[in-house]
């Protein structure tokens, strides 16, 4: 039994039974049809439209009317008046799209024996074997990295019993043909949306390569007769350059990339593969132990989870929330979508695009903790980007220096307010993401990073310097207008001034701002401003439901949707520490009646973002509970996908991140182990888990209690380690793991151990 792998004994009859695969750039779903297989594309450059940006001129001269509206309690007057004279336009963003697929029907016996679809994480090749008219077939599915393109390899075990057609099709405007007589390619052109002209060119196609046997092509076809093998190279590509520049030549790219790969053997070209993929996912290992529930196919075990104790399957989860970041987000390519990768609507659900009021955000919750810091990249590419197209929007809709992303973003790095005021009027997403750049250094503490995003965090901290304004009747400094993302107050609208959610990403935001500047030596009077203005912020306050209040005013007892997916005001929990049990216990008792009154029960992403939340609350068995709703066939399609539903990949990512937050929780100078360990995890171990700061931590628990934890630093650190009320200061030295063994007397340092046992 290989507890990294998905498997199944019957073909995906529908897209989410199918396996996904992709090497960051372009992607694959794998049905595993007996005899018609069908490979569906995705490339991350693909989406609608072409370079734009949706400013509205008239955005700024209704501001002052819009705040004055939402300070006079007038709200639905203001979204009314922002509905008709603020949003950008169009008022809706450009959507992700599918290529197309390629086809391959096999001419075999109907029906299969012995059928068995699986997709191995450790490897990242997804495999089919059965048997058909008597012999065994192996086909092997697997989007290289170092190759930039997919591999599909077909063997029969008796020679001469290949007998295949490789055709394509493509729900987007275009045309195939033959370019030679064993490579099919569909060239066209994207879609125009929302009156934005399509301006990309595209193009998919497969080179077979056979081994044996007679290959003849007709114009739609590609025709492997009596073949021992056949290696089919698979590959899309758009003219998309940057957001600004669509001038790339996709047949060429495609053509380059088949004759490198034709060059080699395809065991060198899947080795480099599983190698280069191992680089990665190897950096991570996690077992909560294993029960008989284990042994039966993936859909089953998710069927049987709420009855069978299948503990396997949590780690199965986290492990693939990791295959599916390495897969959907490597440097240089798109950050992961909606959908991270894998996309087959030509009108997908938001888009498929990027959301940035959690989803964007929590899409990124898992790399840095899970040991995979390197797929964190694309976001501070995007961010980059969004750094400039956001100054427009900044100047032409506020008359405000630095930039602003609203709540939405696409390929083309829109950054106007879009589908609404009730949604879309919320000025935050730039900060947001800023600060979670901010965290993601804290992980690594690397110079040459702060010199990187600090330009970024200072152009988001400048819009909000300028964007901020004093309320009339508190005196404290407000977003207005803004919103606590997507939830309406009691008066009619989700227009305010000022949420709790606001304040507290200003806060990190400002005071990230002020260290990188002190840091880098730079700035320092910007500095002392930005932590001025932090201190004008209105403090968090607990309303009289005993909650941590979600607005400036205590509304939340009589909200509309109270038990509501968003729970925007607990980012101060998580993914901030501004509240916590050992430093704020009064606000993170206010954050637990929070997140009580909202309930358990939300989206996938929504229930992912509560796990992580009752893991800082140091709640095991809430935690376990909620986990559990998202492993439920409610929110798990059989192919693991989170369904939102319908499929969203945050609920993936975001639940992996809750279950490391689970074991290992870090801040800056601080490791706490265990925090919210189930008692259904009885033993189990952890490797590799990343803490603020860079250290490697590996902890083992046996009967429900820590037994060891290692920690290995790169650099000298000091470094505090908790785990219940107990705790130990530490110093590490570089390449210098050290053992800690804990009794109920204490930790111990135990002899410096040679090394990780990974
Ligand atoms: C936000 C959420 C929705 C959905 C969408 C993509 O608007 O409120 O649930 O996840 O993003």
């Known amino acids: ?84 004279k603020m949003m950008g336009s169009p008022y809706l963003q450009m959507s992700f799209q599918p290529v197309g ?92 949306e929302q009156g934005v002209e399509g301006a990309l060119t595209f193009g998919f196609g497969a080179r077979i390569l056979a081994e044996g046997g007679e290959l003849t092509t007709t114009p739609d076809t590609m025709r492997l007769r009596a073949g021992d093998s056949a290696l089919i190279l698979i590959d899309a590509a758009t003219s998309y350059r940057r957001y600004d520049d669509v001038s790339g030549d996709p047949r060429a790219a495609i053509e380059a990339r088949f ?12 080795d480099a593969h599983a190698v280069e993929h191992r680089r990665l996912f190897r950096g991570l290992s996690a077992d909560f132990g294993t029960t008989s529930a284990a042994s039966l196919p993936t859909n089953e075990r998710i069927l049987a989870n709420t009855a069978r104790h299948d503990p396997a399957l949590a780690a199965l989860f986290l492990q693939y929330g990791r295959y599916l970041k390495i897969s959907s987000s490597r440097p240089g390519t798109q950050p992961s979508n909606l959908q991270g990768l894998w996309n087959e609507e030509v009108r997908p659900s938001w888009g498929s695009k990027y959301t940035a009021n959690i989803n964007l955000e929590m899409n990124y919750w898992l790399p840095d903790p ?30 405000a220096s630095g930039w602003v992303l609203h709540h939405n973003t696409d390929l083309w790095r829109a950054t106007a307010p879009v589908d609404g005021p009730q949604w879309g009027l919320w000025p935050m997403g730039g900060a947001w993401l800023c600060a ?42 407000v977003t207005c207008p803004s919103l606590s993302p997507e939830n309406q107050h009691p008066f009619g609208s989700s227009l305010c001034a000022g949420p709790t959610m606001d304040n507290q990403i200003i806060r990190d935001l400002f005071n990230g701002v002020t260290e990188a500047a002190g840091r880098l030596g730079r700035d320092e009077a910007f500095g002392a401003k930005l932590a001025a203005m932090v201190a004008r912020l209105a403090p968090d306050r607990i309303g009289r439901g005993g909650q941590l209040q979600e607005w400036a005013e205590d509304w ?58 009752w893991a800082r609350l140091r709640d095991g068995h809430r935690a376990m509970a909620v986990l559990n709703r998202l492993l439920s066939p409610d929110r798990a399609y059989p192919n693991l996908f989170d369904a939102h539903p319908p499929f969203q990949i945050d609920g ?107």
């Open 259 to 270: 004759e490198k790969a034709a060059a080699i053997a395809y065991n060198q070209l899947r």
């Open 370 to 399: 899970a040991n995979l810091a390197e797929c964190f990249e694309p976001l501070i590419e995007m961010v980059e980007d969004l750094a400039q197209t956001g100054r427009e929007t900044a100047r032409v809709h506020y008359g």
């Open 1 to 84: 039994m290989n507890d990294l792998e998905l498997w199944y004994d019957k073909p995906a009859a529908v897209w989410t039974e199918a396996l996904p695969i992709g090497n960051g750039r372009v992607g694959a779903m794998v049905f595993g049809d007996i005899s018609r297989e069908r490979l569906q594309l995705n490339e991350s450059t693909f989406f609608t439209g072409g370079p734009y940006a949706p400013l509205n001129r008239e955005a700024h001269a209704n501001l002052d009317e819009v705040r004055r509206l939402i300070f006079a309690g007038k709200y639905r007057e203001a979204e009314d008046l922002a509905h008709a």
């Open 652 to 758: 993936n990512f975001g639940g992996a991140a809750g279950i490391v937050e689970m074991l290992v929780q870090s801040r800056r100078g601080q490791v706490r182990l265990l925090p919210a360990l189930p008692d259904e995890w009885k033993e189990g171990s952890i490797r590799g888990v990343r803490a603020r700061g860079g250290t490697l931590v590996d902890v083992t628990w046996r009967d429900g209690l820590l037994r060891e934890v290692i920690l290995q630093s790169k650099a000298y650190r000091q470094t505090r380690v908790s785990y219940r009320d107990q705790r130990i200061d530490l110093t590490l030295f570089a390449g210098r793991p050290v053992t800690l063994v804990w009794s109920e007397n204490g930790f111990a340092v135990a002899e410096e151990s040679a090394g990780m046992a990974r």
């Open 101 to 192: 697929d390629v086809w391959i029907t096999f001419h075999h016996a109907m029906v299969a024996h012995n059928y068995r679809r699986s997709l191995d994480l450790d490897s990242a090749i997804a495999t089919t074997v059965y048997e058909a008219g008597g012999v065994r077939y192996r086909r092997e599915a697997l989007a290289s990295a170092p190759g930039d393109l997919i591999a599909y390899r077909v063997t029969p075990e008796v020679r001469g019993r290949l007998h295949i057609d490789v055709a394509l099709s493509s729900p987007q405007p275009g045309a195939g043909g033959i370019v030679d007589d064993n490579t099919l390619l569909y060239l066209g052109t994207n879609r125009r």
């Open 436 to 477: 979670q750049l901010w965290d993601h250094w804290t992980f690594s503490e690397d110079p040459a990073l702060i010199e990187r995003i600090y330009p970024l965090m200072k152009g988001a901290a400048e819009f909000l310097c300028d964007y901020l304004v004093t309320a009339p009747d508190t005196g404290f400094l």
């Open 556 to 613: 939340d007892l009589d909200v509309p949707e109270p038990l509501h997916r968003h729970v925007s005001h607990l980012y101060g929990v998580y993914p901030s520490w501004q509240i916590n049990l050992d430093d704020t216990p009064d606000l993170a008792r206010g954050a637990r009646r929070s997140l009580e009154l909202r309930g358990d029960d939300a989206t996938g992403w929504g229930i992912g973002w509560r796990l992580n939340l």
